[in-house]
């Protein structure tokens, strides 16, 4: 079975850092492509980065360029998003999924994680 495990999220105030991870399993990870999405109550869900196992990398997100940066480590099969100078707006819940090509429309992508909250204080 596919699995994508997100994990890192939580609590930071205004301008501090977190890096969430997604471990995916039950694919061959190679051959997809990884991006992180978010989604605030009550707005839509929206492409953050996606990178491929060949260290390609898509910015999805305007307001995310110079914040955020997306990595990959193959030998681990695991996706990372380290976020910087992090911001109330960032405040949302982050999901890690499965496409086959990076894009900014969600329902490109099969499979998803459980999400992992974050939250940013002011």
């Known amino acids: 079975d596919v699995q994508l495990q997100a994990s890192g999220g939580g609590l930071v105030q205004a301008g501090g850092s977190l890096r969430l991870s997604c471990v995916a399993s039950?694919?061959?990870?190679?051959?997809?492509?990884i991006g992180w999405f978010r989604q605030a109550p009550g707005k839509e869900r929206e492409g953050v980065q996606c990178?491929?196992?060949?260290?390609?990398?898509?910015n999805l997100l305007q307001s995310a360029k110079g914040r955020f940066t997306i990595s990959s480590d193959n030998e681990k099969n695991t996706v990372y998003l380290q976020m910087n100078n992090l911001k109330p707006e960032d405040s949302a819940v982050y999901y890690c999924a499965k496409g086959p090509f990076c894009a900014h429309y969600h329902g490109t992508y099969t499979d998803w994680g459980q999400g992992t909250q974050v939250t940013v204080s002011s």
């Open positions: 039950g694919f061959k990870f190679d051959d997809y492509v």
């Open positions: 990178i491929s196992s060949t260290g390609g990398s898509g």
